[in-house]
């Protein structure tokens, strides 16, 4: 049973949802227009000019119980366990019923709880609890406390190809938003990535809230795993020091299993997949933890087992839009670490940032190289700013599709030689499949042995 339901009403950006006191809002638009005018809050600027922006739509909750779990989400942990978060308004213990039918809970587990504040904003009681082991490919029904009557359900990941995946960039909380989650929503898809950019609150703490109530439909019943964006950094000079607070309180990953040291990068093995988590926006040089960290963790696939390797970052290292051009996050960071991605023969990057599609050949150092990745941005989720709908002309050797609308990406692996990538445009609110490509592992073709 639902203890409550959700009303989406749009406003306008400037705006904050109606529960936030006119005080709050003021402060809000102050210190959204002070942060960027000291160039420091949202990551690099940039000169070119974005469609006009659309309105943000927040979910309001009618009836809401202050222990009821809200902005439910899930995060795999390990092969085999499953972090479950969602925040109340009260302290309640961060417990969660869990079983494999509905209403019968047969196991239990207890997890911890955390806050954050922003300002004159309070997050409430986050809670993060790690549940399992888990068998593959199984629903399982869960509850989140102990007195709440809402029961959610959630699919485990297979533990064997064939595995499908969610690409989505650049999400936000439009109604472009709500029609890729529809899509995606009906992909039958069974862990969603997310290369940074999610709920584009931007300093004004609410619309975290309101983003976490938008995706709880699928987040609660799938994975998702996501890096951090530019749109993450939510830094205000002078006023509040600290980087990715929201997000790392609110979006937490799994990256102490990968011997990371922060929840900015990590990895994971879904089936026979290795998954890589980078950031953008921390530090990538080659005496950087994430430099390192990176290293060690290429140096440890066992292609055996995990035949594919897929990374996912934030500001793309190929892009021939207008948008985002000549940004360190890109260049700097392409420098740094391509050469690490190559030697690993690191199959597909998965980028957002860029406000369109765009799929490019295998390429390495600026040419196409048979060994090098398959660079895909996919930045087109449906975020309030708008397309980027600009191209470099004429299109560069190494593009090979582009197109500045919105829509989501399917990366089905089918065994462990050969995965399917297909882009999906939301046109005329439904799916239009419109660019695909089949692709195969690297490591399945002797003449790109993985260097050592």
């Known amino acids: 049973m639902q203890e409550e339901r959700t009303k989406p009403i749009a406003i306008l950006r400037d705006g904050i949802c109606q529960s936030v006191t006119m005080a709050a809002r003021e402060l809000g638009l102050f210190l959204v227009s002070m942060?960027?005018?000291?160039?420091?809050?949202?990551?690099?600027l940039n000169t070119y000019n974005r469609p006009p922006s659309r309105p943000t739509i927040v979910n309001h909750l009618e009836n809401l119980k202050s222990a009821s779990p809200q902005r439910v989400h899930l995060s795999v942990v390990g092969e085999d366990k499953m972090?479950?978060?969602?925040?109340?308004?009260?302290s309640t213990p961060a417990t969660v019923q869990y079983g494999t039918s509905p209403g019968n809970y047969e196991?239990?587990?207890?997890?911890?709880?955390?806050?954050?504040?922003?300002?004159?904003?309070?997050?409430?009681?986050?809670?993060?609890?790690?549940?399992?082991?888990?068998?593959?490919?199984?629903?399982?029904?869960?509850?989140?406390?102990?007195?709440?009557?809402?029961?959610?359900?959630?699919?485990?990941?297979?533990?064997q190809f064939p595995v499908k995946f969610a690409v989505v960039g650049d999400l936000g909380q439009t109604g472009w938003t709500q029609s890729t989650l529809q899509h995606i929503a009906e992909s039958n898809y069974d862990m969603l990535l997310l290369p940074g950019d999610l709920s584009y609150a931007d300093l004004i703490q609410p619309l975290w809230d309101s983003f976490g109530r938008l995706v709880e439909p699928l987040a609660s019943q799938r994975p998702w795993m996501v890096t951090q964006g530019n749109h993450e950094i939510e830094k205000i000079p002078l006023i509040h020091s600290e980087r990715f607070t929201a997000y790392n309180a609110r979006w937490r990953m799994p990256f102490e299993q990968s011997g990371s040291g922060s929840n900015l990068f990590y990895s994971f093995n879904v089936a026979g997949v290795h998954v890589i988590m980078l950031g953008s926006y921390t530090d990538f040089d080659p005496n950087s933890a994430q430099f390192k960290w990176l290293e060690a963790d290429l140096g440890k696939i066992d292609r055996n087992k995990t035949p594919w390797t897929v990374v996912l970052i934030h500001a793309p290292w190929y892009n021939s839009n207008t948008a985002h051009q000549g940004e360190k996050e890109s260049i700097d960071m392409k420098a740094s670490m391509e050469g690490l991605l190559y030697g690993a023969r690191v199959d597909v990057v998965f980028a957002g940032h860029v406000?369109?599609?765009?799929?490019?050949?295998?390429?390495?150092?600026?040419?196409?190289?048979?060994?090098?990745?398959?660079?895909?941005?996919?930045?087109?989720?449906?975020?309030?700013?708008?397309?980027?709908?600009?191209?470099?002309d004429p299109m560069p050797d190494i593009s090979i599709f582009r197109e500045p609308s919105f829509g989501h990406g399917q990366f089905e692996v089918v065994n462990a030689t050969h995965a399917l990538w297909t882009w999906h445009r939301n046109d005329d609110d439904s799916a239009v499949p419109s660019d695909s490509v089949?692709?195969?592992?690297?490591?399945?073709?002797?003449?790109?042995?993985?260097k050592t």
């Open 83 to 90: 972090r479950i978060s969602w925040i109340t308004e009260t």
């Open 438 to 450: 089949w692709l195969r592992s690297l490591s399945s073709d002797t003449a790109f042995k993985v």
């Open 35 to 44: 942060g960027l005018a000291l160039n420091g809050c949202l990551g690099s």
């Open 355 to 392: 406000h369109a599609y765009e799929r490019f050949t295998r390429v390495y150092n600026g040419q196409t190289d048979n060994c090098g990745p398959v660079h895909i941005t996919i930045g087109d989720g449906g975020n309030h700013e708008g397309l980027a709908s600009e191209y470099e």
């Open 107 to 159: 196991f239990s587990a207890d997890g911890t709880t955390s806050s954050y504040s922003y300002l004159i904003y309070d997050s409430g009681d986050i809670h993060d609890t790690v549940i399992g082991p888990l068998k593959p490919n199984s629903v399982y029904y869960y509850r989140c406390g102990i007195d709440s009557t809402r029961e959610f359900s959630f699919k485990t990941p297979p533990a």
